[in-house]
């Protein structure tokens, strides 16, 4: 039983070791000079603000001094 016992666990060693060898490398090719991810536009031309950047900024500005401790407290 100790022999099987041996070859079973020689074998199973082998095959990881041979599976590691099949393993093929994960490297993006990329193309000089041009982008292939998602085009990213800027924040203000999303639904809420249609485009308008002055708006945006308001919001932005609000939302920023509505976190302000200070400001709150008083």
């Known amino acids: 039983m100790t ?3 041996g070859a079973l666990a020689l074998s199973l ?3 990881l070791c041979l599976a ?3 393993e093929r490398p ?3 090719n990329y193309k000089q000079g041009s982008y292939q991810g998602k085009p990213d536009t800027p924040p203000y031309k999303a ?3 249609n485009g308008d950047k002055t708006q945006w900024e308001h919001a932005l500005e609000t939302r920023a001094q509505n976190q302000n401790e ?3 407290i008083r």
């Open 3 to 5: 022999k099987f016992g």
């Open 13 to 15: 060693a082998l095959t």
């Open 20 to 22: 590691a060898c099949g």
């Open 26 to 28: 994960q490297v993006v």
């Open 47 to 49: 639904a809420p603000f």
């Open 70 to 72: 200070y400001k709150r």
